[in-house]
């Protein structure tokens, strides 16, 4: 069973950079597509972006495209969320998740799919 840990959130002005990171316990994280979510309060939990399981495919939601770049190292057991510019509005607490699948290529954009989350990092954006 692989669990998720995220880290590298914070509080930061807006137009800076913050790149989260997210690694995996267990084994065979090369098998599992993963996405970024994030939930801002009073607000359901939305999508970010998704990577396949080898990392050759990548999908964003419209308010990340242009501003985050979501990347994996499987040697490291790890994905990536470099986040770009960012805005007040990009405040929330960002989570990871994983989903074990046999196909390469597929990302998911829906939470429904994820099977595992992480405890979720606090990024605060003050302007």
């Known amino acids: 069973q692989v669990q998720l840990v995220e880290s590298g959130g914070g509080l930061v002005q807006a137009g800076v950079s913050l790149r989260l990171s997210c690694v995996a316990s267990?084994?065979?994280?090369?098998?599992?597509?993963m996405g970024w979510f994030r939930q801002a309060p009073g607000n359901q939990r939305e999508f970010v972006g998704g990577?396949?399981?080898?990392?050759?495919?990548?999908g964003y939601a419209d308010s990340a495209k242009g501003r985050f770049t979501i990347s994996r190292d499987n040697a490291k057991n790890s994905v990536y969320l470099q986040m770009d510019r960012l805005k007040p509005e990009d405040t929330a607490v960002y989570y990871c998740?994983?989903?074990?699948?046999?196909?390469?290529?597929?990302?998911?954009?829906?939470?429904?799919?994820?099977?595992?989350w992480g405890q979720g990092t606090q990024v605060t954006v003050f302007s």
């Open positions: 998740a994983a989903k074990p699948t046999a196909y390469n290529g597929l990302w998911y954009f829906s939470d429904s799919y994820y099977d595992l």
């Open positions: 267990g084994r065979a994280f090369g098998t599992y597509a």
């Open positions: 990577i396949s399981r080898r990392g050759d495919d990548t």
